[in-house]
């Protein structure tokens, strides 16, 4: 059968390797997050979106999104502790034939003999296009909104609106996980036919200035629409993580977005700890270096940013481990041992208080010269 949908697809495919990285992310960073959803005494309920949920399955049955996203939490070694906290699913998928294979999928897990499912997780499929889902979530607040994780996964650029993304995830307690398709925003954005899908997407029209081509062209949209991440939702944290290819060409972004710097710490550490595969990898820069989600870490690009922007100063190691979580991509368990160590050694920083040369626990201050 020739596939008609608009992605070129059939109702199922092949997943792409670099699916299986955002699958291993997300599922690394959501284990983290249900553990504090459960272990939050003012949480009595979480939601997690699955705008673009897909069809549950790749073609030679490797589990699609919403299986996964399920099983973070079904299999978490604490979800025991959590009967306090309803924890709510929201899948949506717009394709009839692939929400068919969805739902069936999801009525095959939550009917599992072996694995019944438990009473505080609700599962909701649905069969809307993400706009429309989104205007009928918004109308059907009454109690105020819950903490909510959303994964916006579309094919390309069309229905993820910025002002939809701001109504649905204003919430203190909203996040966001989201792919944004660099190639068919850059094939796109100053072609002049479809402004009116780039304005919904951007929130703005700036896009329209974007330079030709080049380098110049992607730094200029991935900054429009990390900075309408900030400005329109309000997020405080943004981070995108480019998706490299093996060609070394940079294919599409993932942004994740949150205001709390907890939650950001914790999805740069289920980067940081990301399998490596040949056929992607995931990068980010600071100082004007690349810095590769590697499990082989280095540190060095952090240790110049770290020199330079604090340089002439005594600060806390507190304030040194808040400015690695806030602005750069490396996490707070990187700091101590593998960056500030190997400077003390190279004599980049000193002490005026530190007990034992190497170690830094609380209080302690850091010179930069
Ligand atoms: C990239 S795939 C999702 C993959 C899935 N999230 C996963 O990781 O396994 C995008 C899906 O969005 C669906 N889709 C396309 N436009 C949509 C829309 N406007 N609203 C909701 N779903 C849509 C497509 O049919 C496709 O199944």
């Known amino acids: 059968m020739t596939p008609r949908r608009g992605d070129n697809l059939d109702t199922v495919w092949d997943r792409p390797a670099h699916t299986k990285a955002k699958h291993d992310i997300l599922v690394k960073y959501l284990q983290a997050w249900f553990a504090i959803m459960g272990g939050s005494s003012w949480v009595s309920k979480a939601g997690v979106l699955d705008g673009f949920a897909g069809p549950g399955v790749y073609s030679e049955g490797e589990p699609g999104s919403p299986v996964l996203v399920l099983n973070a939490l079904l299999d978490h070694a604490h979800f025991g502790r959590w009967d306090g906290t309803e924890f709510i699913f929201l899948f949506n ?19 599992d003999p072996s694995r019944p499912l438990p009473k505080n997780i609700k599962i909701h499929p649905a069969n809307r296009n993400f706009s429309e889902l989104g205007e009928e979530l918004l109308n059907g607040v009454t109690n105020g909104l819950i ?34 398709d660099f190639n068919s925003v850059n094939r796109f954005a100053t072609a002049g036919n479809v402004d009116d899908r780039f304005e919904e997407l951007f929130g703005c029209d700036d896009f329209k200035n974007a330079p030709a081509s080049g380098e110049e062209r992607r730094i200029f949209l991935h900054d429009l629409y990390e ?102 991509p490396y996490y707070s368990g990187q ?33 930069f010269p």
């Open 93 to 111: 998928e717009q394709d009839p034939e692939r929400y068919a294979s969805l739902d069936a999928v999801i009525a095959d897990l939550a009917n």
């Open 147 to 180: 903490p909510l994780f959303a994964f916006v996964d579309p094919f390309g650029y069309k229905d993820c609106s910025m002002d939809l993304i701001r109504r649905l995830l204003q919430y203190d307690k909203g996040e966001l996980f989201i792919y944004f």
């Open 227 to 328: 900075s309408q991440l900030r400005k329109v939702c309000s997020f405080a944290h943004v981070r995108s993580f480019a998706m490299v290819n093996e060609k070394g060409r940079i294919g599409n972004y993932l942004f994740f977005c949150t205001r709390d710097l907890q939650a950001f710490d914790r999805m740069k550490a289920a980067m940081w700890s990301l399998d490596r595969s040949g056929e992607y990898r995931f990068e980010d820069r600071l100082a004007d270096q690349e810095v590769l989600f590697d499990p082989e870490l280095d540190t060095r690009p952090l240790q110049d940013e770290l020199a330079l922007h604090f340089a002439g100063r005594t600060v806390s190691i507190d304030e040194v481990v808040n400015y690695v979580i806030a602005d750069t």
């Open 335 to 367: 700091v101590r041992r593998s960056t500030l160590k190997p400077m003390q050694a190279d004599g980049r920083i000193s002490s005026p208080n530190q007990v034992r040369r190497g170690t830094y626990p609380a209080g302690t201050l850091i010179t």
